[in-house]
């Protein structure tokens, strides 16, 4: 529940960050929701690059729809991924989906960092 | 352990995430460009495109209505011409911002600022060129014409209007891809693209080459290989025009050539094979009974496109054609009333001088007995990474030194019209304005450079003139390098602007030029330059054998493959073939050369066979120049194609036949086989390599490049015919850049095509979509509206404009 939560939350406030911030505003939501959330590294991490991961990427392909695949087949021989333009999708997501896990795993450690005393209680509990 | 932990995962996070915002050469900033919020997914332009129906442009005074067709051309209604042309920049910055300032940057030595180092040279060349210099004082001129001037800056206001409408998501998609930002436009850069126009039209000269050429081969020699007319040559205005004016008399000029030509690094020769076609014919020579215009001016081709289409309607104007994104107005189209078209005129305006320096330290030179000094112009470039560099250039009475030698002896000062102030913009204006003979020819009188031939069609008349400001010239001025030491070596002056040549209503009904000589060897005055008279004679061939033309006639000839140069050369190397040394191979591709109809069509394998051939040939025969060519410091000239084929036809003997790296004496016969067995090995090589039979389509494989030269963007696999000395010019790097023909009556009825689109983002549906109708020879009906027909069929999107 949790882990979904954090998704959502990252996906929903970097999206409404990139209409009128950087891009990499979402480093930054996404390093204050891995802090917030509380969650372990690794499942912070990846909370964080499934949600940038599924919001570029279906930003992207909603884009490419609109377009018929004009510019990605053309920027897909540019970088070069063979023309293909799902594979550029996927790139492009996994790009952003790293920033994104980032992100969220520094803030959970930092978070980790800063109050040692919950910390310590999971690594009790996992003792 | 924590902090520890915590702190190195942040530092790699900032780190990473710096990476991806800054990018690292030659990589972009892969993060900010991959965004889908900010990056190139944002330019994946919608197929079923829309612009917001209600905008705001800053400036404009009345309220302006644009209508966008089904092939994006814009027609703009406005209710003066002021808010037209700001329009104009508005709307050209929205669909071609990146090529206008690329464009600019380039010709003013500053593409080095966004690429690096590598092109610093190339930058380095333009400004000592005078470009930027050219182009401030033509800033001056224009200037002094506020009525006009004021038009110039309208259109700088509505592309900076649009600029600052953008966001960095809005971008065109080779800011992201290069990773800067546009900066804001002025008229100075209008005055760059002109600048521009002429170093790729107005530079036909080879003082270089033919100084080293004359000096190596001899005076005779040179005089026999190198005649400056062709006897077989179809001037622009016909040879029966009478010459009624007294010509202005030249003073006397010192015509000292240097010692020989010989510099320490060789510089850029002008691409060959640029050149246009354009012609008007009279109604009484059309089925219709009514005059018809038609012009397709060929150039290096690339996207985005050279020109940019539209209409603009004012309650005093209506004009549709296309301009040039850069610079207001239109260049070539027609009105309620006329049609003009242009190509270039082939006239050397641009001479080199070596100088005369006192000492190597280039601080005075020689002039008329007395020593003066250079003005300097110190050069900044600041390179991408931080790097500047200056460079001194060096301005004198024969203008800027635009070749700067190792030995300063060998310095090259650089005479050229195009630096000369002068009014490029208002001939346009005018012209666009213009409803009869009489608008016409006062409009154009004042263009000066790149000189053109104005073709021109009204209702009533026809004409042509070869408009530019020509140098006076005494014999053979200009042809070689001078001595640049004084008065007597400058130009004497211009020749009066009504003596140009010029032609009305001519008896033969129709007026034509295709880059040809301007006038038959009568002319009262000289000069030289760069022409060619193949197209021109088949041309006019075709219009004069034709009494009843049609629109589709003209489509036609514009489409025409077959090539004068094929006809005259062909039988003539068939002739010299010796069948029985050739193996069955060999015999089996003369066959196919042999039934051959000259006509360079995609399909056939025949004009592959000849192309090879001829240029085999043509390498064999003068072998000689070929290998005095690579001497260092050596550029030279080489015989025109139609003294070649002449000297094949009367003097197949002749010593130039000769082979010099053999002891035998050859003759053409021996060139001429020698050549055939090289080509059918070079076919088979093609054809091996390529895994198909040789097709005239694949191997001339026109290919029309991204500006940047980004392959992604590059239109390639193009399936085309022509052939340069065919009317329908293609090469592998250019041709037909826009195809017009107007038939003129009360409706103008009007057909264009051209190969790219009119968006400049390669995310744009409309990117490249004119290619293929423009491969195979098919036109567009254009819509020339009178008022603003918001329900046209053909409309697609319409935008309202308020101030």
Same mark, same amino acid.
């Given at each position: 529940?949790?882990?979904? #939560?954090?998704?959502?939350?990252?996906?929903?406030?970097?999206?409404?960050?990139?209409?009128?911030?950087?891009?990499?505003?979402?480093? #930054?939501?996404?390093? #204050?929701?891995?802090?917030?959330?509380?969650?372990?590294?690794?499942?912070?991490?990846?909370?964080?690059?499934?949600?940038?991961?599924?919001?570029?990427?279906?930003?992207?392909?909603?884009?490419?729809?609109?377009?018929?695949?004009?510019?990605?087949?053309?920027?897909?021989?540019?970088?070069?991924?063979?023309?293909?333009?799902?594979?550029? #999708?996927?790139?492009?997501?996994?790009?952003?989906?790293?920033?994104?896990?980032?992100?969220?795993?520094?803030?959970?450690?930092?978070?980790?960092?800063?109050?040692?005393?919950?910390?310590?209680?999971?690594?009790?509990?996992?003792? | 352990?924590?902090?520890?932990?915590?702190?190195?995962?942040? %530092?790699?996070?900032?780190?990473?995430?710096?990476?991806?915002?800054?990018?690292?050469?030659?990589?972009?900033?892969?993060?900010?460009? %991959?965004?889908?919020?900010?990056?190139?997914?944002?330019?994946?332009?919608?197929?079923?495109?829309?612009?917001?129906?209600?905008?705001?442009?800053?400036?404009?005074?009345?309220?302006?209505?644009?209508?966008?067709?089904?092939?994006?051309?814009?027609?703009?209604?406005?209710?003066?011409?002021?808010?037209?042309?700001?329009?104009?920049?508005?709307?050209?910055?929205?669909?071609?911002?990146?090529?206008?300032?690329?464009?600019?940057?380039?010709?003013?030595?500053?593409?080095?600022?966004?690429?690096?180092?590598?092109?610093?040279?190339?930058?380095?060349?333009?400004?000592?060129?005078?470009?930027?210099?050219?182009?401030?004082?033509?800033?001056?001129?224009?200037?002094?014409?506020?009525?006009?001037?004021?038009?110039?800056?309208?259109? /700088?206001?509505?592309?900076?209007?649009?600029?600052?409408?953008?966001?960095?998501?809005?971008?065109? %998609?080779?800011?992201?891809?290069?990773?800067?930002?546009?900066?804001?436009?002025?008229?100075?850069?209008?005055?760059?693209?002109?600048?521009?126009?002429?170093?790729?039209?107005?530079?036909?000269?080879?003082?270089?080459?033919?100084?080293?050429?004359?000096?190596?081969?001899?005076?005779?020699?040179?005089?026999?290989?190198?005649?400056?007319?062709?006897?077989?040559?179809?001037?622009?205005?016909?040879?029966?025009?009478?010459?009624?004016?007294?010509?202005?008399?030249?003073?006397?000029?010192?015509?000292?050539?240097?010692?020989?030509?010989? %510099?320490?690094?060789?510089?850029?020769?002008?691409?060959?094979?640029?050149?246009?076609?354009?012609?008007?014919?009279?109604?009484?020579?059309?089925?219709?009974?009514?005059?018809?215009?038609?012009?397709?001016?060929?150039?290096?081709?690339?996207?985005?496109?050279?020109?940019?289409?539209?209409?603009?309607?004012?309650?005093?104007?209506?004009?549709?054609?296309?301009?040039?994104?850069?610079?207001?107005?239109?260049?070539?189209?027609?009105?309620?009333?006329?049609?003009?078209?242009?190509?270039?005129?082939?006239?050397?305006?641009?001479?080199?001088?070596?100088?005369?320096?006192?000492?190597?330290?280039?601080?005075?030179?020689?002039?008329?007995?007395?020593?003066?000094?250079?003005?300097?112009?110190?050069?900044?470039?600041?390179?991408?990474?931080?790097?500047?560099?200056? !460079?001194?250039?060096?301005?004198?009475?024969?203008?800027?030194?635009?070749?700067?030698?190792?030995?300063?002896?060998?310095?090259?000062?650089?005479?050229?019209?195009?630096?000369?102030?002068? !009014? /490029?913009?208002?001939?346009?204006?005018?012209?666009?304005?213009?409803?009869?003979?009489?608008?016409?020819?006062?409009?154009?009188?004042?263009?000066?450079?790149? /000189?053109?031939?104005?073709?021109?069609?009204?209702?009533? !008349?026809?004409?042509?003139?070869?408009?530019?400001?020509?140098?006076?010239?005494?014999?053979?001025?200009?042809?070689?390098?001078?001595?640049?030491?004084?008065?007597?070596?400058?130009?004497?002056?211009?020749?009066?602007?009504?003596?140009?040549?010029?032609?009305?209503?001519?008896?033969?009904?129709?007026?034509?030029?295709?880059?040809?000589?301007?006038?038959?060897?009568?002319?009262?005055?000289?000069?030289?330059?760069?022409?060619?008279?193949?197209?021109?004679?088949?041309?006019?061939?075709?219009?004069?054998?034709?009494?009843?033309?049609?629109?589709?006639?003209?489509?036609?000839?514009?489409?025409?493959?077959?090539?004068?140069?094929?006809?005259?050369?062909?039988?003539?190397?068939?002739?010299?073939?010796?069948?029985?040394?050739?193996?069955?191979?060999?015999?089996?591709?003369?066959?196919?050369?042999?039934?051959?109809?000259?006509?360079?069509?995609?399909?056939? /394998?025949?004009?592959?066979?000849?192309?090879?051939?001829?240029?085999?040939?043509?390498?064999?025969?003068?072998?000689?120049?070929?290998?005095?060519?690579?001497?260092?410091?050596?550029?030279?000239?080489?015989?025109?194609?139609?003294?070649?084929?002449?000297?094949?036809?009367?003097?197949?003997?002749?010593?130039?036949?000769?082979?010099?790296?053999?002891?035998?004496?050859?003759?053409?016969?021996?060139?001429?086989?020698?050549?055939?067995?090289?080509?059918?090995?070079?076919?088979?090589?093609?054809?091996?390599?390529?895994?198909?039979?040789?097709?005239?389509?694949?191997?001339?494989?026109?290919?029309?490049?991204?500006?940047?030269?980004?392959?992604?963007?590059?239109?390639?696999?193009?399936?085309?015919?022509? !052939?340069?000395?065919?009317?329908?010019?293609?090469?592998?790097?250019?041709?037909?850049?826009?195809?017009?023909?107007?038939?003129?009556?009360?409706?103008?009825?009007?057909?264009?095509?051209?190969?790219?689109?009119?968006?400049?983002?390669?995310?744009?549906?409309?990117?490249?979509?004119?290619?293929?109708?423009?491969?195979?020879?098919?036109?567009?009906?254009?819509?020339?509206?009178?008022?603003?027909?918001?329900?046209?069929?053909?409309?697609?999107?319409?935008?309202?404009?308020?101030?």
């Amino acid at each position: 529940m949790k882990f979904l #939560i954090s998704t959502i939350l990252i996906a929903a406030l970097s999206f409404l960050s990139q209409q009128f911030l950087p891009w990499w505003s979402l480093v #930054i939501i996404a390093f #204050i929701i891995g802090w917030l959330m509380g969650l372990k590294g690794w499942a912070s991490f990846l909370s964080g690059f499934l949600a940038i991961f599924l919001l570029w990427g279906i930003y992207a392909f909603v884009l490419n729809q609109g377009n018929e695949g004009i510019l990605a087949t053309r920027m897909a021989n540019l970088l070069p991924l063979s023309g293909n333009p799902i594979l550029l #999708i996927l790139v492009t997501a996994a790009i952003g989906g790293l920033v994104g896990g980032l992100g969220a795993a520094t803030g959970s450690l930092g978070r980790q960092w800063a109050s040692p005393t919950s910390s310590k209680k999971r690594k009790r509990r996992r003792g | 352990m924590r902090p520890f932990k915590f702190i190195i995962m942040l %530092l790699f996070t900032v780190g990473v995430t710096y990476l991806l915002n800054n990018g690292i050469s030659p990589l972009p900033p892969l993060g900010k460009f %991959l965004s889908p919020f900010t990056g190139f997914w944002q330019n994946a332009e919608k197929t079923d495109l829309s612009y917001p129906a209600d905008l705001q442009i800053e400036g404009l005074s009345d309220a302006v209505q644009v209508l966008y067709d089904d092939r994006l051309v814009p027609h703009i209604f406005a209710q003066n011409t002021r808010d037209a042309i700001l329009t104009q920049g508005y709307i050209t910055a929205q669909h071609r911002l990146w090529q206008m300032e690329f464009q600019t940057h380039a010709v003013a030595g500053r593409l080095s600022e966004l690429v690096g180092e590598r092109v610093l040279k190339r930058d380095m060349e333009n400004r000592r060129q005078g470009m930027v210099w050219g182009a401030e004082r033509n800033l001056e001129e224009w200037k002094k014409t506020p009525e006009h001037y004021t038009l110039i800056e309208a259109y /700088a206001e509505g592309i900076n209007a649009y600029i600052n409408s953008l966001s960095p998501a809005d971008y065109p %998609l080779e800011y992201k891809l290069m990773n800067y930002a546009p900066e804001e436009w002025t008229p100075l850069k209008s005055a760059l693209m002109l600048m521009e126009m002429s170093n790729t039209l107005a530079t036909a000269e080879n003082d270089v080459e033919n100084t080293t050429t004359k000096q190596w081969l001899g005076e005779e020699a040179f005089n026999f290989l190198f005649p400056e007319q062709n006897p077989k040559q179809s001037p622009i205005i016909p040879a029966t025009k009478k010459w009624d004016f007294i010509p202005k008399a030249l003073p006397q000029t010192n015509l000292a050539e240097p010692i020989d030509g010989k %510099l320490s690094h060789n510089f850029p020769k002008t691409p060959e094979g640029i050149g246009s076609n354009n012609w008007a014919v009279a109604a009484e020579k059309t089925l219709n009974g009514k005059p018809i215009l038609c012009n397709d001016p060929h150039l290096p081709l690339s996207v985005p496109s050279i020109w940019y289409e539209l209409q603009m309607n004012t309650p005093k104007l209506n004009v549709y054609g296309v301009s040039l994104p850069g610079s207001p107005g239109i260049i070539i189209g027609f009105n309620e009333n006329i049609a003009w078209g242009l190509t270039n005129v082939g006239q050397d305006v641009a001479d080199w001088y070596t100088m005369d320096w006192r000492d190597d330290s280039r601080s005075e030179y020689k002039y008329d007995g007395k020593y003066l000094k250079p003005l300097k112009r110190v050069e900044t470039y600041k390179i991408k990474g931080g790097k500047t560099v200056q !460079d001194t250039v060096y301005y004198t009475h024969f203008g800027p030194i635009a070749h700067l030698d190792a030995n300063p002896k060998k310095d090259l000062a650089y005479r050229w019209v195009a630096h000369d102030p002068s !009014d /490029a913009i208002s001939p346009f204006l005018k012209l666009n304005q213009a409803e009869n003979y009489d608008d016409y020819s006062a409009a154009i009188s004042e263009h000066s450079c790149p /000189a053109q031939n104005f073709a021109f069609a009204s209702q009533e !008349d026809i004409a042509l003139w070869v408009q530019g400001k020509f140098p006076l010239k005494r014999k053979e001025q200009g042809r070689f390098l001078q001595k640049a030491d004084g008065r007597a070596s400058q130009w004497a002056g211009f020749i009066p602007q009504e003596h140009n040549p010029h032609i009305k209503n001519p008896e033969r009904g129709f007026v034509s030029s295709a880059n040809q000589h301007s006038t038959a060897p009568d002319y009262p005055y000289y000069y030289t330059g760069g022409f060619g008279d193949y197209r021109g004679r088949r041309i006019n061939q075709v219009l004069e054998a034709n009494n009843q033309i049609t629109v589709k006639d003209m489509m036609a000839l514009q489409n025409d493959n077959y090539s004068l140069h094929a006809a005259e050369a062909l039988p003539l190397l068939l002739q010299q073939v010796d069948k029985s040394a050739l193996s069955k191979e060999e015999l089996k591709v003369l066959k196919k050369v042999e039934s051959w109809d000259y006509v360079y069509d995609k399909d056939k /394998a025949a004009p592959g066979i000849f192309k090879i051939w001829y240029d085999n040939f043509y390498q064999q025969t003068w072998d000689e120049f070929y290998s005095k060519d690579r001497e260092a410091g050596v550029q030279l000239n080489y015989p025109e194609n139609w003294k070649t084929i002449e000297l094949l036809e009367t003097a197949p003997e002749h010593i130039y036949f000769d082979q010099v790296a053999t002891s035998a004496k050859e003759t053409a016969a021996e060139v001429v086989n020698k050549a055939f067995q090289m080509t059918c090995k070079e076919i088979s090589t093609w054809e091996n390599k390529e895994d198909k039979a040789i097709r005239w389509g694949d191997y001339l494989n026109t290919t029309i490049r991204h500006l940047a030269r980004i392959p992604a963007f590059t239109l390639d696999n193009i399936d085309n015919s022509g !052939d340069r000395y065919a009317p329908n010019a293609n090469s592998s790097w250019g041709g037909p850049s826009w195809r017009m023909v107007v038939e003129l009556g009360e409706e103008m009825n009007a057909y264009g095509v051209y190969p790219g689109g009119q968006s400049g983002n390669p995310g744009s549906k409309y990117f490249d979509n004119f290619t293929s109708h423009w491969a195979t020879g098919e036109y567009y009906p254009l819509l020339f509206m009178k008022e603003a027909e918001e329900t046209n069929e053909r409309i697609i999107i319409t935008q309202k404009i308020s101030k």
